[in-house]
């Protein structure tokens, strides 16, 4: 099944993915006695959403504060040229950045591209804008928002709007 076909998920399935995306590291036997199926069912019905693509990876998330990364800032990038290959330059170097920590092409602002960044102080800032972003093949203005606090993030995707079989 590709990724972005519409499955139909029984409250089993839901359950699955809902206490899979609060607790990612939970034991096979934890996960299958919280939503009331015997272990084995309930690895075979994890793996079949892994193989959907609906479970897509796990991972940790991480605070950066105590990294040193005490700035979190939006950046609005503008790019000269709306071609695939200006884009996909673009997108080449930008995946290269370590403080960029996401990524998205947008549409509906002054902007082609939104990058989520994380740097230690004001002083990192100005070298990544200057000597990184502002240096890649096309880009015409970078416009920066800065995190003030953040009010959630990560927030797991709403199960309960899928339609029961």
Known sequence: MHPTTPQIL???DRRILERLQQEGRISNQELADRIGLSPS???RRVRALEESGLIVRYRADVDARPLGYQ????LHISMDLHTPER???FERH???VPNVIECLIITGQAADFQLKILVRDMD????LLLHVINRIEGVTGAHTSFVLRRVFENRPIPTDLIAAT
């Open 87 to 89: 884009f996909d330059n």
């Open 10 to 12: 029984d409250r089993y």
């Open 41 to 43: 069912p309930c690895l």
């Open 94 to 96: 930008i995946r290269e």
């Open 71 to 74: 700035l979190m800032a939006l």
């Open 124 to 127: 990192d800032y100005q070298h």
